[in-house]
């Protein structure tokens, strides 16, 4: 009898919570957009992927410009790699028509900080990409020579072992 109120009560709580998932659902997914704009202001919605730290669905002001968007969205090609050096961080802008997908911009994000002038404006539904890759300098050359250099030298004192 126990056995049976309990998988009634665990049924009826299922029930329950799935009547209730899709106002929740809809919540959740209000949470998830990232807004910046004033109440009262003409909005946008643009996506943006890759090497942000915030990337996902914005929803901006109509006269938000692309500096200010990547500003918020905070790429992270404006700090140093891990290892240390500079990164190549390139932003490109998809514009949606009524049949096809493209690129309207693209972009090293220093010319983006130095010649904002010649920026497309942003419009709604805009998909801005961020995509960073580590600089190769003298210093990952050289650490890839240096690499390369102990295992030749390790064949080697593998192969001596081995002939003798």
Known sequence: MMFSKTRFLVFALLVIS???APGSRAQ?????????ARPGYATMTIHVLGAV???GLWLVEQDTDLL??????????????P????????VQIYRTN????TEIYSGKLEDVLRQPAGIPSLQDGDIVTVTSKPRVGFMTVATWAGSAASIALLAIRILAIADR
């Open 18 to 20: 799935s009547v209730a």
């Open 28 to 36: 959740a997914m209000q949470e998830r957009v990232n807004t910046h």
């Open 53 to 55: 730290s915030d990337p």
């Open 68 to 81: 200010e968007l990547l500003t918020v969205a905070r790429p992270s090609g404006l700090t140093s790699s």
């Open 83 to 90: 290892r240390g050096g500079r990164q190549n961080t390139v």
């Open 98 to 101: 009524s049949t096809n997908r």
